[in-house]
Structure formats: C-alpha cells, structure tokens
C-alpha cells in the first residue's frame, strides 16, 4: 500500500483512537453476540430436542458441548497460524464471519442430521475469525503507543456488550417462538459483525493493516490451486470431519465405559496434553535456570486459569440446566442467565480498574500469584452459595434466584482477578524464542477447561426423559455437585496462596 493509505490512518482518528478500533469493536460485538446467543441455547436445546428421547440425555448433552468448547477454543490456534503466514487478518475475518453465519443458520434447521454440520461451521469459522480480530486491534497502534491498553479496554467492552445481550434476546425469541429463531438471530448478529467489518475496510479505516503477507504467498499453488482458494476449500472440507468427531459423544454409552468414558475428542486432547507437557519439559532441559523458572511459573498459572475456566464455563451447560430445572427465575428465562457474569463484568470492570490504580499507588497491589489464589477462592465461594441453595428451597425443590445472582457476582470477581492478568505474564514470563508457543498453550488452556466441563456434566447428569424433570431429587444432585466443585476450587485457591511465596520468588522481578 501507498505511503498515503498510512498517513489517512493516522488522520482518521475518534475520541481520541484510531477510527478502525471502533469498526472492529461493533464488528466483534455482534460476533460475539451470534456465539454467546447461540451457546446460551445449546445445552437446552440438546437436552430439550436433539436427546430428549434418551434417559442419558444429560450425558450426551455434557458430551457434545465438552468437544464442541474444546474444537472451537483449539481451532483459534490453527486459524490464527494460517492468517499469520498465508491469508492475513482480513481474508481471516471475513473467511471465519461467513463460516460462522453458515453454522448458526444451519443450526436454525431443526434436525438432527444439520445439527453437527452446524457446530463443526462455527468451529472452523471461529478459528479464523476469534484470533485475528483481537490482533488487528493491536495493529492500530504503533509499538509503544500508551492508548493501546485503553483501546483493548474499549474493545473488550465490546465483547461483555455482546455476550450480555445475546443470551437475553435469543433465549426470548427461542423460548417465545421457538428455537430456530433464536438460533437465527444469532446468524443475523454475526452477518451485522461482518457488515460492520466490510464498511470499515470500504472507507478505508484500517490503512494498509491486515492484509496477508504478501501477493505470492497468496497466489502460490499447492496441488495446482492457488492458496488464498485452497485454504477456503479446505476450511468448509474439514466440516464433516469435526462433525464427526462431535457425534463421537455415542462413545461414551458403550458398554465399560469406553477409554473411562472420554469420546474420540477427549482422547485427542488426553494425547495432546501429554505431548505438550513433553515439549515443555525439553524446553525447561535446554533452558538457563533463571529461563527455567519463570517457564514453569507459566505453565503453573496457565494450568489454574484452565481450572478456573472448567468451573467457569458450567454456566453454559449445568448451571443452565440448573436454572431451569430447580431456580424460581425472575425477568430472564433459563438461557438468558447466562447474560449475568457478562453483565457483572462490565459492572466490576471500571471498579476493578480503579482498585489496581489505587493499590499501586499504596504499593500494596497484590503480585500475580496472589490474584490468582483469590479469584480460585472466589471461584470456590460461589458454587458453596449454589450448593446453599438447598436449604432454601420451597415445596418443588425451587431455590430462590438470589442465590444465582450471588453466585454469578462472586465468580465474575473471580474472573476479573485472574483473566485480564494471566495474558500479560504469559508473555513477561515466557523467553522471547518460545512466546508464541506458550501464547498457544494459555488460549488452548480454554479448550482443556471444557474437558473438565464434560467431566463435571456427566457427574451431574439426570436420567430422565421427562422433560419437566426438577424437585427434590435434581436439586440433591446439583447442589451436592457446586459444594464438590466448591471444595476443589477453594483447595486449589488455598493451594496457590501458600505457595505463593515461592512463586513470587520464582517470577523474579515480573509482577
């Protein structure tokens, strides 16, 4: 691009940022409310349609929403790889957007054979999309410039914008009219988002940011197809495969439990963290000693935020299975709880801002280690309050909504003391060569923590094809299962907190 596309960049400017930042910001906005509108749905509407004539519906249910989070948090890697050294973020973006509005479109079928079709689209467009979109934000800003943690603030509020309005507006239209058009407004959201996109990239607000690498890069063929063809063709050909692998849930019924229960996505993801425990193990062998322990310091914040996740991402599926079998809700329906932590996460955020500023100041903020034993605490107390419940409930085995408010309030603290945290010491911790690499494992961090979603599910799976099952008897199940959940969080808090000390130590002069 022309020197003057750079300079018109720099000319574009709003409330003080690049004009781009903004475009990307409703752009992710609606991306996010097509994923989060559709995720508030999904285990309803497996549990309530799709499994709704097996006795192990929960199970198949806890199954397929386990691989669906993993493939789709794993995809990120792979996506954000091949806009880096092939597409670029604009081809990516547009590339995933299309793929995921495909996905939720088709999900709006009704049908049990587009049903896997439909997530496995979202999967592979979530790939491309998810990664380069947060990225290219960082492309507005020259190196160094101090509005560059503000504009990703901006963006990020963006994010909760979406994430709190989605699963209000989607679980209203699928519960009023039913579920293909819940389904379908989140396939709107995400075509709004691309729209957005397209009309920055029309008036040329982002410059010359985001495009791929080069021309012959793109134009470079591979079995006689040129690449920037290839990888689409390639994309939408990887479809059935993931469908496949999310159908896998059937495993889990055979007789013995096959492989103690895990489907063929458990299995990978068993192998995958073996592998990359190794690497990281040769890694450590061939570092300094200094090297040495700010890598295992990594690896030991990014192993707790992936339990921190695996507890956290229960709102999607028992948590909302909770909430419409045993919670008396008020204003929102069982889905549209899942609006609740975004919603607090936008409440806490500027709050939280100003405590970090406050404390520092006092140089008396707490050192990373410290942060991330409370919020596994917080974590901890919130599912003690659910489990609580019990002693609360009426005649039906119906507990008060407060309690869910509650819950989702402490364990949004929870998530604003160790989430915005963890990606900064990633990379203040990891050695330059490898910052990538360890980029990769803390994002695939969310795709293990839904390994332990599905463990967690299947735990506290009902057996009934009743689907007005609730009272007394799920009540027992769920609550016993937040007061199990309550004791691992809490003792991995209180675990972090005494060796903290000694982490502290390790991490040197990172903070």
């Not at 493939?71 to 995933?96: E, H, N, P, Q």
């Not at 054979?113 to 990664?131: D, E, H, M, R």
């Not at 990225?135 to 560059?148: N, W």
């Not at 410290?370 to 489990?387: E, M, T, W």
């Amino acid at each position: 691009m022309p020197e003057t596309d750079i300079s018109n960049i720099e000319e574009q400017q709003l409330f003080g940022h690049p004009k781009g930042l903004f475009y990307l910001f409703f752009a992710e906005l609606w991306e996010r409310f097509s994923f989060y509108g559709m995720r508030a749905l999904l285990t309803l509407y497996m549990v309530n349609v799709i499994f709704e004539a097996l006795a192990e519906r929960d199970i198949a249910a806890a199954a397929v929403y386990a691989s669906y989070g993993s493939l789709v948090y794993a995809s990120t890697v792979i996506g954000g790889r091949i806009s880096d050294s092939i597409l670029g973020k604009r081809r990516s973006i547009f590339l995933g957007g299309i793929l995921m509005a495909i996905g939720h479109f088709v999900l709006a079928i009704e049908h049990d054979l587009t049903f896997y079709a439909a997530l496995a689209f979202i999967v592979v467009g979530n790939g491309f999309f998810k990664p380069n979109i947060s990225t290219f934000v960082g492309e507005l800003y020259q190196d160094g410039d101090p509005r560059k943690d503000s504009g990703f603030s901006i963006f990020y509020m963006g994010i909760n914008i979406g994430a709190f309005a989605a699963p209000l507006l989607c679980a209203w239209l699928g519960n009023t009219y039913g579920w293909h058009y819940g389904f379908g407004l989140a396939g709107i959201g995400m075509l709004i988002g691309l729209i957005f996109f397209w009309d920055g990239i029309r008036k040329n607000v982002f410059g010359n940011k985001g495009y791929a690498p080069s021309k012959e890069v793109l134009d470079k063929k591979v079995i006689g197809v040129k690449q920037s063809i290839l990888i689409p063709i390639l994309a939408v050909a990887s479809v059935p495969v993931i469908a496949f692998l999310l159908s896998s849930y059937k495993q889990v019924f055979e007789e013995g439990e096959f492989m103690g229960g895990l489907n063929i996505v458990g299995i990978i993801f068993n192998i995958l963290a073996v592998l990359i425990f190794s690497y990281i193990a040769y890694i450590m062998y061939n570092s300094t000693v200094d090297e040495r322990k700010k890598i295992f310091v990594a690896v030991l914040i990014t192993v707790f935020m992936s339990m921190f996740w695996g507890f956290h991402e229960l709102s999607g599926s028992v948590i909302t299975l909770f909430a419409a079998r045993n919670v008396n809700l008020l204003v929102v329906d069982a889905a549209g709880t899942n609006a609740l932590n975004a919603m607090f996460v936008i409440l806490l955020s500027i709050p939280m801002s100003m405590l970090w500023t406050y404390l520092t100041k006092k140089k008396i903020n707490p050192r990373t280690p410290y942060k991330f034993a409370l919020g596994l605490i917080f974590a901890g107390i919130s599912f003690f309050v659910l489990s609580m419940s019990k002693d609360s409930a009426d005649a039906n085995g119906m507990v008060p909504f407060s309690f869910l408010l509650i819950m989702y309030f402490l364990i949004s603290v929870g998530e604003m003391l160790m989430s915005p945290i963890g990606l900064s010491k990633i990379t203040d911790l990891s050695p330059k060569r490898i910052v990538s690499f360890m980029m990769g494992i803390w994002f695939l961090s969310s795709a293990f923590a839904f390994q332990l979603v599905g463990f967690i599910g299947k735990k506290l799976a009902i057996e009934s094809t009743d689907k007005n099952v609730g009272g007394f008897e799920t009540l027992s199940v769920y609550t016993d299962g937040f007061l199990m959940i309550s004791k691992y969080a809490l003792g991995a808090g209180i675990i972090v907190l005494l060796l903290s000390p000694i982490i502290k130590r390790l991490m040197g002069n990172v903070h």
